[in-house]
């Protein structure tokens, strides 16, 4: 009987119970069935709409890179790759037709049979498919006129690739997996098991993309490829009645045509035709010579990668997040792939190359064009197509032409940068470490001083491509380039050199802006700057003659100081200024002041060398030098010698030049560009004084065009003058700046194995007895280290415009490592800059 | 000190329960009862089978004209399922009790025989490695072990409609026992998305039956506690899918979307997008056939219908199954019969059994096992087997003992 406590019967209550439990569920259900309906239903409906489209991308272009005068310095190569899908470049492609047929054609049968019935027929089928691949491989042979030989070559180093690849993801896979382990707190061990071993070893990208098999071919062959890439043809394979049919399958399964994406870089080799009349005596002949340089512009354009790496990607990526207006201009449009699919148009896919340094890098997402999209909707049949848009050209401030006479009067061959006997004043004794004959490395810049347009800017030795194409560890393993050379830096932008004595025209202007030299009352040259220590800060003639200049003009003035470079005269204005006063000089002209030259996005200044200025607070005996971007510490020592371009201060050939175009303008800076396009950087009036820069302009001119001026003539017999373009104004300075010393030791690392070798460079360097400071002092020189360079920097910089109005217009800059005298090695190279300016038209 | 021992008063054992022939009864047939609402509901979603399968499989719309195939032999199963009703809806349901330990051995018979080796492949043709189907004729497929649910259903009504045993702990065991032949049967199959129906029914019925609920409490809870050891015995394909489904449920999107959880996963997106109210019938076509569900019209048909009515049609799905459980419930609950109340709770516990996991699979709620969802799944067997439980029903619900009559499964002393 029912408990009367109770409405219903045990048994009646049990239904409920059971009913309950039963609705329970049902709501569970209903709930999950909200979720995916109403939560994620536009995500989930976009998501399988996505799949009622088919999508083919359509190749682009990427984009030119022009110089100021529209020649083309970079641009894809009008050729082909033909790309064949991995899987069938490991025959797993005739597995897996084979097999899917085999299915079908058995049917019910093919489930109900065993791994060991199906073998046999499978191995059949598999025969016919491989048959057919085996075929296709001769006939791209025969198209490709390349032999099988290589194209199975091809194929292996292929798939040895993408298996090192797939190794080296694997690995990351399985590290970041044991992270998220320990993350979670659970243990971790080496052994993975089968489940997680199967999800880390999932394919990557690459076994599923094409891969070129032949790389550049001709036109006639890549079209030829293209007539074949949808024919199909027919195909013999068993069938379940012992017999055999005929299968419809792709001619060449599996198998693109694409463009290379190949970059051609028509003025990499110039040949320049130069006037051997007007170099210096020594060297000097009637006609001219044609010097070939290579690697024209190669600093500036930089170059390609083959392939896209996972950080090309990822910057790409992060750019799309970060950059609303970028994005926008490469996704597809909105609503093209449904309401919130938006695609990266330029994304890297496949073997697409990417820039590697350079403008190739820094203006990648310029250049890279935006691929076409042909879309398919299945449902409807309805095609739509978005045609392919090409790559930003990038137009350059460079003229291509003065930038390879630039090269060829810094190439070796012409006898200027190399290091000549009468490089020495008449018993001087030849540096040690760079004997008659080495070739000298250096760094020109060529800025129009109207605009800030950098016309030229070239450093020694540039890199050939036809080198790096065919044996690039002839550059970068090459034991001199490696340790002294270094062919791959930009010297004109990218390496620290102090200023020497073409920095006193901006002392003197600082000077007298910061109320420090009143330009009326003249400074004597006492030989040394403090009379009771006649060893230290002393003039140059001083050190030499040991006389001053002051036994010739009495006390000097800002004109006469500058023309014969006077060091008391720039060490008092150093010391009158002061740390602070010498570091606001500094950066007033430039130094310490990012200029993006390559327009990153990022607005970095990337390899861009911003100076040095002061000592960095440190702990150590030596302190490091300070960034000019927050300069350091300058003790009055310092800013001494920072008067005369020494001590902690070190710029770029490009600093020195935009610096004189400064002073040039009067004052006002326009900082220098190299891109042909609208620069946020803004011109700006330094507030010199007027009088000042006169004086500075003065001293300059007299520099040259005073027989007196250091900068004048060649020291050598018959004293020729530097400078002979006619009708050509000439204001300029020279220095000579003490150099950083390199030494080496007997044994370097094998590039390659990264185990110690022999130093190749051993013999060629200098023992430390050899070398004396300037005193005749022993240098301190590690007992284990020899010195490969050591010495001075050559600087000349120059203004230059007409001789009928004397209005300087270009600014010219020039820098040789370790090449001793200002005047008379980079003398001879600014006059030949300066033909080269006339030769070109812009003088 | 000796003390003589007394002997120990043993405690008198009850008498035990003489096996009660079922008393001579009157009925009356009554045509006013809950059963109906069962065909109500099982006419509706057999409508809507028809119509799923051929959106399922008749993606191209315009290629051919009228239902495909399979819609149409469903229609036929449907017609097979209707006379399989009446067939069992005719005789009076305390004959089909006798005859129910027959029908096991039947089902058992016809299990063992799909197990034997050396049966021809025309007959007993192994499909995806279980050896399920027996092959009549050429284009039906008899599944034994639908059969055996049904028989199961009535054995174990049999078998508890007039005991107490199950009241106590190891009275259990006699009935799991009746379980363990079919279930062993199948599992060798194997096929281990059935078996696992089999174990709400039963359960279903014991707790009808009176059993104590802290019993099956304490079995649950043991076998809950085994489940992890028998992890490691699972075979590699079905440890992968309780991996992804951890995944799943963990809202990882990726793991495995194009393996393991490939069908789950192609599963959900079609189900979600039908939104709330669904999309259009060519459209939903269309997003059947380039999402390339598997199974569409079979395992996964559920989807089909969600991405055709959307949420509000799931729904609807979901009312029609309570409808025929609710009705099957309310038989029951009208019934005075032991054996006639049991097989309606262990019927009701099958079909909502399997919904809940059919459709569970279909929303990523549990792995994917191969089990059909009754009325709408396309198939021979499954269809005349649902039909046949809902004749049952009928059979049990129009059929009215007259007083007096035993009182069944009344106990004090519950919880």
Redesign the interface.
Known sequence: ???SSHLF????R??M???GI??L??A???G???R???V??????E???S??VTRQWIPTTRGRILDRKNRVLAQDRPSFDVNVDFQVITGEWAVRVAGARARRDYG?RW??MSPEERQPILDLYIAAYQGHLDRMWSLIAEIGRETEERLAERRQEIIRRVESMKASIYAARLARELEARLDRGESISVEVD??TH??LS?PIEDQQAPHTILGRVPDEVGFAFMRLENETTDLEVPSPNGGSALVRVPLLPGLTVEPSGDRDYPFDTVSVDVDLSTLPPPIRQDGRKVITVEGVAYHILGRMKDRAHREDSERRAARRRSDPEFAARVETPPGLLGPSVRLDRGQYQGDDPAGLSGLELAREDDLRGLRGLKIEQ??TGERRELPPVPGRDVQLTIDVALQARVQAAMSPELGLAVAQQWHYADGATVNPTTPIGTPLNGAAVVIEVDSGDILAMVSTPSIPRRLLEQSPEAIFADPLNLQADMPWIDRSIGRPYPPGSIAKALILSGAVKFGRLNLDSGIPCTGHLFPDQPQMYRCWIYKQFHFTHSDTFGALNAEQALMVSCNIYFFTLGQRLGGQGVIDTYRMFGLGRPLNLFGRPDGSSGDEFLGFLGFAPSSSAIPPPASAATPGRVSIQDAIQMGIGQGPVAWTPLHAADAYATLARGGVRIPPHLINEPSSLETEDLGLDPRAVREALAGLWASVNDSRGTGHHLGIEGRPVHFNVPGVAVWGKTGTATAPRIDIKATIQDPKTGKPIPNPLWDRAVDRSVITGSDGSELPIASDSRVLRWGDHSWFVVLAGHASDRRPLYAVAVMMEYAGSGGKVSGPIVNQILHALRAEGYL | MTTASLPTPVPPRPAPRPYVREAPQRWAVSLVHAGWLAVLAALALSSLSIYGIDVALHTDAEAVAGLVGEAVKQAIFIGAGLVAAAVVALPHYRLIGRLSWAAMSVSIALLIFLLMPGVPESIVRPVNGARAWISIGSWFKLQPAELAKISFVLCTAHYLRFRKSHRRFFGLVPVGLIAAAPVGLIMLQPDLGTVLLFIPALFAMLMAAGARLRHLAIIVAAASMAAPAVYPFLRPHQQARIVALVHQIQGDRQHGADTVNYQSFTAQRLAGSGGLVGNGDAHTRALVRYNRLPEAHNDFIFSVLCARFGLLGAAGVLALYALWIGSALLVAAACKDPFGRLVCVGLAGFIASQVVVNVGMNIGLLPVIGITLPFLSYGGSSMITVWAMTGLIVNIAMRKPLPPFRPSFEYEDDE
């Open positions: 009987m029912a408990s019967s045990m048994f009646h049990r239904l119970l059971l009913m039963i609705l569920s049902m569970v259900l209903g999950q069935i909200a995916l309906t109403v994620q239903g536009q995500e989930l409906r998501e399988a709409e799949r009622l019910e489930r109900s089968d489940q199967r999800r999932r299945l449902e």
